[in-house]
């Protein structure tokens, strides 16, 4: 990015906005000819440039974000690796694996969303069941079916909750 | 990407390399002078989209990998909802986890790479300890202790192993 920077401030100097100072015509129109034509194969470079440096940042930031799973499927074979021992052992392991792939999703940028009785949100809910329960306030999420990861821009998907019947 | 592909024809058109057609100087001058112009402001409107487009796809190539990821943390959350069960189906239901994260890191391109008795080799393997046994061929590998995932410019990590002692 930093090379890129100078690159523009390189180029905006030999291709600056200034017309060439001379009196004669024909000079003049060879001169201008000459930057018009740099400018084109600066456009032709700078789309050439752009398509290799998203490829190249795509990737990488694949690879960080798989990356930042590893220790996930570390600790799985961690916690298989102790299956004769202690039941009780395994399922406390079990829930500290949980506990990370939940914090490294939110380090990612995607917080875990799983309230119940908040008011129904169609841009964080999606409704997968209606509930009519004198128990649960018109409007709100009685019960979380799946939790929800992100929000607004950052959504990777919504909560799944039922929702308590709005009374007629 | 589409649409870019339309606006570089469009700017081609408009900004194509004949120089314009007239015997008049002063007339090219300008005409020349426009051109150059709006090839300078392509220059910089290039630039601006591109800053974009990097922000916007490394956002959505985030997502992408993180949401893959998502049913390893869901089916954790299934495997704990049976904490209560018999431990050999929690085990069995954690293995079953553990299999699908790596058949995911190995969809988004990160193989799994764990084999011994393969040569040694620095560009896939880290070493972590050498082994002094008549039952390990010099030079190869004789334990795998963490495995990598991804080769060559994929590689998310090495294979770290512990490798035979060349014999004197």
Chains 1, 2 share one sequence.
Do not use: C
Request: net charge negative; proline share 7%.
């Amino acid at each position: 990015m930093q090379q890129e920077q100078q690159d523009a401030t390189a180029e905006a100097a030999s291709t600056g906005p200034e017309p060439p100072a001379t009196d004669d015509h024909a000079a003049a129109l060879d001169e201008l000819q000459d930057r018009w034509r740099r400018a084109l194969a600066d456009i032709e470079n700078l789309r050439k440039r752009h398509a290799k440096e998203l490829d190249r940042e795509r990737a990488s930031e694949r690879a960080r974000t798989a990356a930042a799973l590893l220790p996930i499927v570390d600790n799985l074979e961690l916690a298989l690796s102790h299956a004769d021992s202690d039941p009780g052992v395994i399922v406390e392991g079990i829930k500290a694996v949980h506990d990370q792939a939940v914090a490294i999703l939110g380090r990612l940028g995607y917080e875990r969303h799983a309230e119940t009785g908040v008011p129904f949100d169609p841009s964080r809910h999606e409704v997968v069941g209606v509930v009519d329960d004198p128990d649960v306030e018109p409007g709100t999420v009685a019960k979380v079916m799946r939790p929800g990861y992100g929000e607004a821009e950052r959504q990777l998907r919504p909560v799944a909750v039922t929702v308590g019947k709005r009374q007629e």
